[in-house]
Structure formats: C-alpha cells, structure tokens
Nanobody, 117 residues
Framework: QVQLVESGGGLVQPGGSLRLSCAAS????????MGWYRQAPGKQRELVAS???????NYADSVKGRFTISRDNAKNTVSLQMNSLKAEDTAVYYC????WGSGKAYWGQGTQVTVSS
C-alpha cells in the first residue's frame, strides 16, 4: 500500500506563486510516475503535470511556462512550483503515483489552491 500526503496549498493573489509538495510512503515500486491533478468545482479532474522516475515530464498546455514539476526519487517526493497563478488555477490539487508494473494509481487527499484578489 502507498500513502501520499500533500502540503502547500492556500490562498494567493493573481500573479502570485505557491509550491505544493507531496511525500509518498509505503511499498513504492521503483518505476513509477508521480504527478499532480486538479479538480475545479463542476469540472472533471485533469492532469496538471507529471514526471516519471526517469525524469520525463508532461504538462497540461494551460500551465506550460508557469508551473514546474520536480521530484526526489531517493525521498519519494514530488513538488509543483506554480508561478503567475491565475483565477482559473483555483482547484483542489491531488498528488498521484502510478506504479508501472501493476498500473495501480494512488491518490493523496487533496489540497485547496485558491487564486483570488
């Protein structure tokens, strides 16, 4: 079993920055993808950014150039640096880990990000 714990959400003004962090613990398969998803009220959950254990990244078009994902494989952590935040970035952000072998996905509890003046 894998547990994911997020931190770093909050309220920020448009144009501001936030950093989200996620720590994974438990039985973590070495080859995996860790990433961030978000879900705004009334909308489907969407991928924000992901990074494989080998370092390959994938970003949603809406956040390219503003958000940066990073991870520390030794510590099983993943972070999301969010700059130039917009009101439309407001959502609950979820950390996720997908194990390549089983394809099983694990989710954190979510952290609220609100961008508002």
């Amino acid at each position: 079993q894998v547990q994911l714990v997020e931190s770093g959400g909050g309220l920020v003004q448009p144009g501001g920055s936030l950093r989200l962090s996620c720590a994974a613990s438990g039985s973590i398969f070495s080859f995996n993808t860790m990433g961030w998803y978000r879900q705004a009220p009334g909308k489907q959950r969407e991928l924000v950014a992901s990074m494989t254990s080998g370092g390959n990244t994938n970003y949603a078009d809406s956040v390219k150039g503003r958000f940066t994902i990073s991870r520390d494989n030794a510590k099983n952590t993943v972070s999301l640096q969010m700059n130039s935040l917009k009101a439309e970035d407001t959502a609950v952000y979820y950390c996720a880990l997908t194990a390549w072998g089983s394809g099983k996905a694990y989710w954190g509890q979510g952290t609220q990000v609100t961008v508002s003046s």
